[in-house]
């Protein structure tokens, strides 16, 4: 059973990230989270027992910088991530890191779609990286909200009331 197999692969979750990206990352897993598996998964300050997920890159974290994984980070720019299952102090756990928190967001995506396909999680070694230097969508977007090649209204984006105003539809399109 795959819910079995996450609940017992997942049972904490370490961000180490002081960021704005890393408060995101935490919400956004602890939302998928909850939703996948049923369960509210407890954020702790260091690896406390097997099953917990640690994300963050070797400058802002001590745990992952003690792994010597920055040769596998080195090819990845900042928008790349390597996802990995390893011990910690004896506790089996999985491990999200790259060099930029950009890299994290991307990584810990990845993992979520991971467990929304069903794929397996026990044994992690994903290196990912972007073979164009910065992701982008072109929605075909104007600056007055008309889309070209658009079949279903006006652009989802209000151009002039970015940034200050984010729309909860952008986080739920995120």
């Known amino acids: 059973n795959k819910l079995r197999e996450y609940k017992e ?33 407890l954020n702790e300050k260091g690896v406390r027992s097997s099953g917990t997920i640690l994300i963050g890159t070797p400058a802002s974290s001590s745990l992952i910088a003690s792994l010597k994984i920055e040769n596998r980070l080195l090819t990845l720019g900042k928008e790349g991530f390597l996802i990995l299952t390893t011990t910690i102090s004896g506790k089996k756990c999985i491990v999200i890191s790259a060099n930029a928190d950009t890299g994290l967001l991307y990584g810990t995506f990845h993992f979520i779609r991971l467990i929304q396909t069903n794929q397996q999680i026990r044994n992690l070694s994903i290196q990912s990286a972007p073979t164009i230097k910065i992701r982008i969508l072109n929605h075909w977007d104007n600056l007055d909200r008309t889309v070209e090649r658009g079949y279903a209204g006006f652009s989802l ?18």
Do not use: C, M
């Open 9 to 41: 692969s997942i049972r904490s979750v370490v961000v180490e990230s002081r960021s704005a990206t890393g408060s995101v990352i935490k919400q956004e897993l602890g939302n998928a989270l909850q939703g996948l598996l049923g369960e509210n998964i």
């Open 157 to 174: 984006w209000d151009w002039h009331k970015l940034p200050e105003f984010i729309d909860t539809r952008y986080v739920d399109y995120a």
